[in-house]
């Protein structure tokens, strides 16, 4: 048996957990139904943890972060294995689900020195869900179906909330009706709505489209409050006037950026557990990255990526959820 902190990176090995210990074994999970999963964030532990749970099949996760990879073995049980890099994980599975945080962290995950393409078997799916720039997502697609397998683009929208309830919407592009279909199974055993936007890269286009509405809709939510509270109005009273009348939105009636009017809105919770600030103005720069190049013109868009960027200069409020513009707006710190 090999020290838990050693770096695993033999060939056909993989590391198995029990509840109460790990093992290093050569008897991986690798049946042809077997699902790997890479990226085990807030948002992918909590996808992770249904896709496990339901599918029943035998399950292989990686991520960096090997405390995360503990805690879900720990959870997981006999059937869940922990590779020691994106390849092996792809050896061992036929399903792969990957939830990364930027461009750069998939075209790693997928194409490195030991990304997923240098262990890929014939025919596997690829479910990439994370948010990255539409051109990359398609250059990696073609490259992982022009190594004999298949790919999707799943972008996900619900947030750590959606993750957990298994609520979340999936906007998909996909090469083939058949590809999608195959995807949507296991999509749906993590989400509630599934829906296919095109062909390659569309599941990317239609995300940014979505969030950039979504940091323009909380951005007004948070003006509006920040206003009528100033005005006298108590903050929840205000809140049920919007949320039954044409302001209504998600911004207002599920995340409400003023703590306790919403109860399980991470305003409530200090901002926690949410989608952070820093990750939103990502996404503005890949919407305005995408408006560049099909010149499209933003007004609003653009004055929200600059809102974001000057509210992620503070370290503490570009790691809480943002919703927190609020704060930002009011000149309050949470």
């Known amino acids: 048996m090999l020290p838990l902190t050693k770096r695993f990176s033999v060939p056909g090995r993989y590391v198995a957990c029990g509840a ?3 093992l290093y074994s050569t008897g991986a999970p690798s049946s042809n139904n077997s699902i790997g999963f890479i990226g085990l964030g807030q948002m992918g532990f909590n996808m992770a943890r249904h896709l496990r749970s339901k599918s029943k099949a035998p399950f292989v996760v990686y991520d960096l ?3 995360a990879m503990e805690q879900f073995c720990a959870e997981g049980g006999k059937d869940v294995g922990m590779a020691s890099s994106p390849a092996e994980l792809a050896s061992r599975t036929s399903v792969i689900v990957t939830v990364l945080p930027e461009s750069a962290h998939v075209k790693e995950a997928y194409l490195g020195e030991s990304g997923i393409i240098r262990g890929l078997r014939q025919g596997t799916l690829c479910i990439d869900s994370s948010t990255i720039d539409t051109s990359v997502s398609i250059d990696v697609s073609r490259q992982i179906i022009a190594a004999g397998a298949r790919a999707v683009d799943a972008p996900i929208s619900g947030g750590i909330m ?3 309830a298994a609520t979340l919407t999936f906007m998909v592009g996909s090469q083939t009706d058949g590809d999608f279909e195959q995807a949507r199974a296991h999509l749906l055993l993590m989400g509630k709505n599934v829906v296919r936007c095109g062909d390659l ?4 286009a239609a995300k940014i489209c ?3 509405l979504l940091a323009i809709s ?3 939510t948070a003006e509006a409050m920040n206003l009528g509270m100033r005005l006298g109005l108590d903050p929840k009273v205000l809140a049920s006037i919007v949320n039954t009348s044409s302001g209504r939105c998600w911004s207002s009636d599920t995340a409400n950026p003023v703590p306790e009017v919403i109860a399980t809105a991470p305003s409530t919770n200090n901002y926690n557990d949410g989608f952070k600030s820093r990750l939103m103005l990502k996404d503005l720069g890949l919407v305005s990255n995408a408006a560049k190049d099909s010149k499209t013109p933003l007004m609003l868009g653009a004055l929200a990526e600059n809102i ?3 509210l992620s200069n503070d370290t503490a409020m570009a790691e809480k959820d943002f919703s927190v513009v609020y704060q930002w707006l009011a000149g309050k710190k949470p």
């Open 162 to 164: 959606g993750a957990k």
């Open 20 to 22: 109460t210990r790990l």
């Open 218 to 220: 909380m951005i007004g």
């Open 65 to 67: 972060n090997r405390h």
């Open 308 to 310: 974001y960027r000057h």
């Open 210 to 212: 979505n969030n950039l």
């Open 201 to 204: 890269g569309a599941g990317q």
